[in-house]
């Protein structure tokens, strides 16, 4: 309870704190209550129709001008000052008036004002926290339910106990892995002959190796002589090409400083011919320009003289699409005339074609009704055709039988000689397997000894190497005390000479100080000389140094200025030149469009005399006149119905 009130107290004490910054909001709050019930008051009294005194009383408004902040002047930026000028005397050496940096600030030992203000500030922070957290006041919460007696504690270690045998990983001893098969592997027909080719060609290998060690019986003295001989001429071939390369990478190290100088001497080319040849790509430009003028004044005039021809090609254009018109005319006359003398010449093709197939069937229909005679077949006697191998049916008959038979007789033989070959297979099989057998139990009993002597080698070889290794640890203790000891005397006999040299420089030491004390003022001197020497080289450059770059500013101003000028110039003459052109070409597209919709009017109205022209000499079906087509119509199909009258009347 006591740190709820204490959390409050803290509250309103921070809200107190604010209480300054919130008087003009509460006031404004106030004012809108105290406005806001007034009105609500004034409603009130005209609905009842009672009027206050307070009402007549009203203020009224009295309008304020705006409490606006003057704006301040802008500070002018003060000039920077000009640095104080050089002077120089009679001599032509310059003063000390010059500018003149300030020297450097003395550094503070020890923090500052500001830091030890800081650190104070923070003790008395931390002297304020102790306090109040020594206070009892301020302490941490007893509660009564910690001191009961409880086993948590307990509950919770079972629970983790638990939780680590779930988690962890404890399998089971394993079985040991079983032996390897006893019983053999029966191998099949091309396994058992792979191994037996494998174990003939490893035969033949060892018996040519035997042949030849009994044909080339000798030691191996030439073989080392020769090897011996082959690695000095590999050592001395290497060595060469080691130099023969060194001496090539110096070669290309001066043949890059020669083609770096040409690369440097290239550009410097190029960039020459570049600005060339921009100064010529301007001259071009300009001469570009000045042609495209004359070429537009040219186009100009070629089309105000084409607006004379207009009218010639209208009325020409005209003509060709009148007797293009009358042509397509004639030509579809034609074409519906060729059309009718087709249709007709195939109505007459078709009926010719009708008249053949109905004497045709009347011919065959008379060819059936005629008795037929023929001759008795018999089997035994062949057909007489003259043919070769020509035979009667019995004849066939006997020859497949007995053909028949044959193919079983030799098919019989041929299972007589497969089945002998195989029996002859499966006996080679047994003995090749047979062999094999033999031949895995040797090289397992032949495998098995060489293990027993490797690893027989191994040991001793092993024995040997920890013998040798301990000869070695013998030797090497005795070589380090060797040297243990020889570094001793050495150092002892470098600290009597030591102490000996000591000696002899405090004898010399008197006269020794004075020469000492001599050179090294004369080398004070010679350094003051050669900085003052310095400082007055520097100052020269640096005042010729100035003037230079102050001089070539103003000429790479004076520069950039000529070259904006001159673009500025060129940019407005362009954009006049390409206005003047843009004005010519849109009077140019303007007069086209002109044209073109003239063209387009007048053909329109072409068409629509040409389809009023059709429209009246076209015929109209129900009236008193008949045009050509409706007369040639009329025509065809009296032709039609007098062919189909004579048909009916032959028939």
Not at 62 to 75: A, Y
Not at 528 to 535: G, K
Request: hydrophobic share 35%.
């Amino acid at each position: 309870m006591h740190v709820y009130l204490q959390y409050v107290d803290e509250l309103l004490a921070t809200l107190v704190s604010f209480r300054p910054e919130l008087e003009d909001l509460l006031q404004q709050l106030q004012d809108q209550v105290h406005l806001t019930a007034q009105a609500s008051e004034a409603e009130a009294a005209k609905l009842t129709g009672t009027t206050k005194a307070a009402s007549a009383a009203s203020k009224q408004t009295v309008p304020e001008p705006f409490n606006l902040t003057q704006p301040k002047p802008k500070l002018q930026p003060l000039e920077e000052p000009l640095p104080p000028p050089v002077k120089h005397c009679s001599t032509g050496q310059r003063l000390s008036i010059a500018c003149r940096c300030h020297p450097a600030p003395t550094p503070h030992q020890g923090p500052t004002k500001e830091e030890r203000a800081i650190e104070a500030a923070k003790q008395r922070n931390r002297q304020q926290q102790l306090q109040r957290f020594s206070d009892p006041a301020h302490g941490p919460f007893h509660l009564l339910t910690a001191e009961r007696p409880t086993n948590t504690q307990q509950l919770k270690q079972q629970q983790e106990e638990e939780l680590a045998k779930q988690l962890t990983l404890n399998p089971g001893k394993p079985r040991p892995a079983p032996g390897p098969p006893a019983a053999q592997v029966r191998l099949n027909a091309a396994a058992i002959l792979r191994e037996d080719t494998v174990y003939k060609k490893k035969q033949l290998q060892e018996a040519q190796m035997i042949k030849r060690f009994e044909a080339e019986l000798r030691d191996s003295s030439k073989h080392d002589s020769w090897q011996r001989e082959a690695v000095a001429a590999d050592l001395a071939a290497r060595a060469a090409a080691v130099r023969q390369r060194r001496d090539d990478m110096a070669a290309t190290q001066e043949a890059a400083i020669h083609a770096r100088q040409q690369l440097v001497q290239q550009n410097l080319q190029a960039g020459q011919q570049l600005k060339e040849q921009g100064e010529a790509d301007k001259a071009r430009l300009k001469q570009q320009v000045e042609a495209d003028l004359e070429a537009n004044r040219r186009q100009r005039d070629k089309v105000q003289a084409e607006k004379a021809k207009v009218e010639a090609a209208l009325e020409k254009l005209e003509l060709d699409n009148r007797q293009r018109a009358e042509g397509i005319r004639q030509a579809e006359a034609a074409a519906a005339r060729d059309r009718a003398a087709e249709i007709a010449a195939d109505e007459a093709k078709k009926r010719d074609i009708i008249l053949q197939l109905r004497q045709a069937s009347t011919i065959c229909w008379a060819f059936e009704k005629i008795p037929r005679k023929g001759k008795e077949f018999d089997p035994a006697e062949s057909g007489g055709h003259n043919l070769l191998e020509e035979m009667s049916l019995l004849e066939l008959r006997h020859r497949l039988a007995y053909t028949k038979q044959r193919h079983q007789e030799e098919e019989e033989q041929q299972r007589a000689e497969i089945f002998e070959k195989k029996k002859e297979k499966e006996g080679m099989l047994a003995r090749k397997a047979a062999n094999i057998t033999s031949i895995r139990r040797i090289a397992a009993a032949q495998a098995t000894a060489r293990r027993h002597l490797t690893k027989q080698q191994q040991a001793a070889a092993a024995q040997q190497a920890q013998a040798r290794a301990e000869d070695q640890a013998v030797q090497l203790h005795e070589k380090l005390e060797a040297k243990r000891a020889a570094t001793h005397a050495e150092k002892a006999r470098l600290a009597a000479e030591e102490r000996r040299i000591k000696f002899e420089q405090q004898q010399q030491g008197a006269a020794a100080s004075q020469v000492e004390e001599t050179s090294f003022a004369s080398l004070v001197a010679g350094q003051a000389r050669e900085l003052v020497q310095r400082q007055r080289s520097s100052k020269q450059d640096a005042v010729q140094y100035e003037a230079t770059k102050a001089k070539a500013n103003n000429v790479r101003m004076k520069s950039v200025k000529q070259d904006l000028k001159a673009k500025a110039d060129f940019i407005k003459a362009y954009d006049e030149s390409m206005q003047q052109l843009r004005g010519t070409d849109q009077q140019f597209r303007q007069q086209e469009l002109i044209r073109k919709k003239g063209l387009v009017e007048g053909q329109h109205d072409f068409e629509a005399r040409l389809l009023q022209t059709h429209k009246e000499k076209a015929y109209v079906p129900g009236s008193a006149t008949e045009g050509p087509a409706a007369a040639l119509l009329k025509q065809l199909s009296l032709g039609v119905l007098a062919s189909e009258a004579s048909l009916s009347v032959k028939q």
